[in-house]
């Protein structure tokens, strides 16, 4: 087997355990992988910032934020003052946002995580560095890299679900059928 088709049969793993743990996500709790992946990482139940949401799930602040705003909508995440400086929000689970990660599965990315720190440090450094070399090969090193699968399930709802009007719990309202006139010549 050639390197070209080992390197691939190696990404095209680790894309289908991802591809797979987003669609168990999306299944059995109704979120996508990147809201589950952030969900879990607010578990332990100390508030974080931001930034240290950011850090928990290896990511830039921009892009966690996104997803926190989503969870936040649904009413699985909440904003709070800092108490130490009311300027700083600290984010953590809601009731709802608890009882939702107690029947979710493991998030997927903590398997590539695991697997990664287990790799002794060289063979970590000449992963990251083989990784790094080809996206700047591929000509995406200048753009932002996003959390894994977090528009997962926006392109497969409906506009009107995904991004239409909310209720109280941040469930999505479905437009409700208009009321039958009666008939006016009875």
């Known amino acids: 087997m ?7 049969d190696s990404i095209r793993h680790v894309v289908r355990l991802l591809r797979e743990g987003s669609r168990a996500s999306e299944d059995q709790v109704g979120l996508s992988a990147a809201q589950l992946f952030v969900l879990q990482k607010l578990a332990d139940g100390r508030p974080l910032s931001l930034n240290q949401l950011a850090a928990r799930t290896l990511t830039h602040q921009s892009s966690v934020s996104v997803v926190v705003r989503r969870l936040v909508e649904r009413g699985l995440v909440q904003r709070r ?9 600290n984010l953590s689970l809601t ?14 990315q903590d398997r590539v995580i695991n697997a990664i720190a ?14 790094e070399s080809l996206v700047s090969a591929l000509g995406l ?23 239409g009007a909310r209720g109280r719990r941040g469930a ?3 437009p409700r059928p208009r009321a ?7």
Request: proline share 10%.
């Open 81 to 89: 003052p800092a108490a130490e400086d009311a300027r700083r929000l």
């Open 141 to 163: 090193d200048a753009r932002a890299a996003k959390m894994l699968f977090a528009d997962e399930l926006d392109r497969r709802r409906p506009r009107s679900v995904a991004g």
């Open 95 to 108: 009731k709802r946002g608890q009882a939702l990660l107690s029947r979710a599965p493991s998030p997927a």
């Open 172 to 174: 999505p309202q479905l």
């Open 180 to 186: 039958k006139r009666a008939n006016k010549r009875a």
């Open 2 to 8: 050639s390197i070209p088709q080992r390197v691939l």
């Open 118 to 131: 287990a790799l002794p440090a060289p063979k970590q450094r000449a992963l990251a560095e083989a990784l």
